[in-house]
DNA sequence: GTCTATACAGTGATAGAC
DNA sequence: GTCTATCACTGTATAGAC
């Protein structure tokens, strides 16, 4: 048996796991941003330049953290869009089609790593550059191109331009809401908040519906 | 008449004005964070301690140009939503309630300092810490206040938990398309694209209006 | 190949000289 | 009051040990 080098991680996994799981585990911790690459590699108990060799810089860390944890958020969306019940006609049910792709990503948050991944995401969201752009297109146009086609089917006299604006909107719902920025809370004095995942999922579903529906 | 000491900014400002001039103009340059304070009090024509001196902190400068920023927004929302048409129950038509919370928002994205001011916006949205809440809180709370009245008046059917959930969602919508995050544009290959403020005004006045009309 | 020690330029912040 | 000198720390790069 190995003895451990630090208490923090799992001894026995390769360095690149090692500092992945220590970076998830303190990102969760105190957010992002506020964590410093010599930190995650002394919580991993692995070299400062460890970091480097094994991802090339402290955005890639970011990166495969990101793309590893969206994964399964995409496949699940996949095979819940692809099991949708259709009507006599081969149409979806609106809502259903908004429950399977919001639920993979609401249902998140009921984990503190699903959280972390979740502001890591509105992060990348919020970030221009291209590079982040296309690890947010690799983790996601593949379910978000097969929900706008579940969606057209669903609505099926939806001018594109209409149906674009507001896969737009309820985006931006879903990633607010993913973000928890606590401004109803701060505007309620905390009689009221918006961090019951299931509760957020049914009213978006609804309020979203409502607006798709929109004349 | 003084010398400039840079052809920056203008010479016979302050200094902390010449700071946050400067820092504005990085930043809608540059985006936020890829910014220094030292580039910043260069720009300034001004020496790197200056920033520390008049503000206290970097973070310090952000609040102070995101405030001053803010306000107007806040000053042009509350006229609007003051002055509401009334129909004869004195209840206001629930899409000039959103145009009114909107349209000061939207109209950011039309200059190129409103677009920076816009994505310094969204990044604060986003980090969760006391001191962003309050700087948030005071720019916007009272307008936010202002603007849950007016909407419970025109649903005077609509729950206060609906109505909180519907308005945290156009938060949502809102911040989102402020921060142009470009995923449908990359969804679309840019044959289509939300940079158009008064189109977006529009579009999502249309779908925030039915989603706070559900059932 | 994997990892380490070390160095480097640039950051926000500050104590203390002028 | 203003500015210089300096601090501890960041992300990054590389030479060389195992």
Known sequence: MAEATTDLVEPELSTP???LQAAERLFS?????????????????????A?????????????????????PIARQREQMLGALKLNRQGT?????????FLKP???????????????????MVFEREEVRRQVMGKSFDRTNEMALQALAKALPKLAPT???????????TMVYTMARPG??????????DTYDADAGLEQMVRFVAAGFRAP
């Open 17 to 19: 796991e090692r500092i």
């Open 29 to 49: 911790e105190r957010g992002i941003g506020d964590v410093s690459l010599r930190e995650i590699t002394t919580a991993a108990g692995v070299n400062s330049a």
């Open 51 to 71: 970091a480097h060799y094994h991802f090339g810089s402290k955005d890639a860390v970011l990166e495969e953290l990101f793309t590893r944890r969206a994964e």
């Open 92 to 100: 979806p049910q609106l809502e259903d089609v908004l429950r399977a």
């Open 105 to 123: 990503a609401l249902d998140l948050l009921k984990t503190p790593e699903g959280v972390a991944f979740t502001r890591l995401r509105a992060r």
């Open 162 to 172: 209409e149906l674009y604006w507001r896969f737009h909107f309820m985006l931006g």
């Open 183 to 192: 401004r109803i809370e701060a505007l309620t004095h905390d009689s009221f």
